[in-house]
């Protein structure tokens, strides 16, 4: 099995900013993708972003330019890097890991983390 914690969530003005990081305790398990998604309240979970372990990195359009993910291999970790924060940001962030390299499907992610909670104050 693989486990992931995230870390790094917390309450934040809205414009500023945040970091959110994500280990990895995969075994054998190849990570290919690593991944954020988040999920708002009443709302389904959508994607973020994601990074390739190749360097490959994808954005959702709503967070182009203003988040940034990078992957450390040989920590087997993922950062996402979260600027001038909005509102409509608020939600509980997951990191997730897949064994093929994909992107936004969230079906194609075989383990998940617990979360973590970010807010963004107006």
């Known amino acids: 099995q693989v486990y992931l914690v995230e870390s790094g969530g917390g309450l934040v003005q809205a414009g500023g900013s945040l970091s959110l990081s994500c280990a990895a305790s995969?075994?054998?398990?190849?990570?290919?993708?690593m991944a954020w998604f988040r999920q708002a309240a009443g709302k389904e979970r959508e994607f973020v972003a994601a990074a390739w372990s190749g360097g490959s990195t994808y954005y959702a359009d709503s967070v182009k330019g203003r988040f940034t993910v990078s992957r450390d291999l040989a920590k087997n970790t993922v950062l996402l890097q979260m600027n001038s924060l909005k509102p409509e940001d608020t939600a509980v962030y997951y990191c997730a890991v897949s064994s093929v390299l994909t992107t936004t499907h969230s079906a194609a992610y075989h383990f998940w983390g617990q979360g973590t909670q970010v807010t963004v104050s107006s």
């Open positions: 995969a075994g054998s398990f190849r990570t290919s993708t």
